[in-house]
């Protein structure tokens, strides 16, 4: 019996030993940390916004760039529109929300826009707010749309890094101002 324990300690120590080698080993572009901020409208109730805004958290871990420090440098902005709430002719009166959705993957340093994306979204209820949480519910972590923005974020990430010269990503940032990209 303690020679098992000794031989699965053993393993246990070699494996730890490799895993923490290929952590340290990573590529600078394996470690690109993207935030999510919360998405920005003051007039949607409830926690339709939580909802979109734990959505967002879970494709950028998805696809490998999550980060929850303050320290990030690359940000994923969500603004959300609410375009129309209509009632519909029907008894009992329904309500269709017609949603939109504008990502952003910025650096917010440099104050630069790296990616952008675009949704649409409908949903109905026999309540206005609800109908518009149910538009918004809709956005998945694995949306083809959210996944082509990681992607194409992350590229030109990789490019900008690349280019400038000044890669000082030290400029702790508590809490980022992004109202530039509404400008």
Do not use: C
């Amino acid at each position: 019996m303690k020679k098992i324990k000794l031989f699965l300690l053993a393993a246990l120590v070699m494996l730890s030993g490799s895993m923490l080698k290929a952590q340290s080993e990573m590529t600078f572009e394996q470690m690109i940390p993207v935030r999510v901020l919360m998405p920005i409208n003051k007039e949607i109730k409830g926690d339709a916004l939580t909802v979109l805004y734990n959505r967002l958290n879970q494709a950028v871990t998805l696809n490998g760039l999550g980060s929850s420090t303050n320290e990030s440098r690359f940000l994923i902005v969500t603004s959300v529109t609410v375009l129309s709430k209509n009632a519909t002719n029907s008894i009992p009166p329904q309500f269709m929300a017609e949603v939109e959705m504008s990502f952003y993957f910025v650096d917010n340093v440099n104050k630069v826009i790296l990616a952008q994306e675009m949704m649409t979204k409908k949903g109905m209820d026999n309540d206005a707010d609800k109908a518009v949480a149910k538009a918004i519910k809709q956005v998945q972590a694995r949306d083809p749309k959210l996944k082509k923005l990681i992607k194409i974020g992350k590229e030109r990430a990789i490019e900008y890094y690349k280019a400038i010269s000044d890669t000082d990503s030290s400029d702790e940032i508590t809490e980022p101002d992004v109202s530039w990209i509404f400008e």
